[in-house]
């Protein structure tokens, strides 16, 4: 069974609407996560600083933080694992149901494989990631893929999103194993207020942080 969500993102007299589509399976990526459209709206609140720049999304699934970007005029490529095997799929879907069809490249990318199509991403600006840090055995697959990425463009940032699901996991070793460091930006800054979590069918009781990660020591 297939369903889709509308997202309204608004400043002032600005406003864009997206919508995903969804699917009532068990897998992860075929549903749009409460991480995500706070992503989202961070991209759209930064919509100046994308437009023009070259983004990545990694776990894509449905897509909505890339195809935000996509809108405010950023080349984007999504990536998602192959399995599955209509995850993909879905993802095209979503895009082509916001007349992005011919604008985003799509491509099967698995945390912590390096395939020829990691190997061959054109330069990267921004790195999105929704919800990423959920299995504890996916933490050092996403920080080594986002390593890779940020070796070849040591400028490069990741904005992340993370739902804390317990306070015994963290991330915070790894990215200083790993060369990272974060920076916490507060939801209230970038306007995912509570009238925004309402309106992207957000539950009251998510705790979502939001970081941009970098690089402590470029390379």
């Known amino acids: 069974m297939t369903d889709s969500k509308t997202f309204e993102f608004v400043d ?9 589509r969804e699917i009532l399976d068990p897998s992860y990526g075929m549903y749009t996560w409460p991480c995500a459209p706070v992503l989202a ?3 759209w609140h930064n919509r100046k600083q994308v437009a023009g720049k070259r983004v990545i999304e990694l776990g894509a699934g449905t ?33 082509k149901m916001n007349h992005l069809g011919d604008n985003i490249k799509i491509l099967d990318i698995t945390w912590g494989r390096f395939n020829s199509n990691i190997m061959n991403l054109p330069p990267v ?27 070849k463009n040591p400028a490069a940032h990741m904005w992340t999103t993370y739902q804390e699901r317990s306070s015994m996991r963290s991330i915070a070793y790894l990215l200083d ?5 974060s920076t ?13 979590m ?13 970081f941009d990660i970098q690089f402590k020591h470029p390379r």
């Open 125 to 151: 600006d921004f790195i999105l990631a929704s919800d990423c840090f959920y299995n504890s055995d996916d933490f050092e697959p996403v920080i080594a893929t986002v390593y890779y990425l940020m070796e």
């Open 41 to 43: 709206q961070f991209v």
């Open 12 to 20: 002032g007299d600005e406003s864009l609407s997206i919508c995903t």
């Open 198 to 210: 309402a309106s992207a069918h957000i539950p009251a009781t998510s705790d979502i942080y939001f």
């Open 63 to 95: 897509a909505l933080p890339g195809m935000v970007a996509s809108k405010c005029g950023a080349e984007v490529v999504l990536t998602d694992k192959s399995e599955p095997p209509d995850l993909l799929e879905n993802c095209s879907r979503s895009c």
């Open 184 to 196: 916490e930006i507060p939801l209230k800054d970038f306007n995912a207020d509570d009238d925004f």
């Open 177 to 181: 194993r790993w060369n990272m460091k």
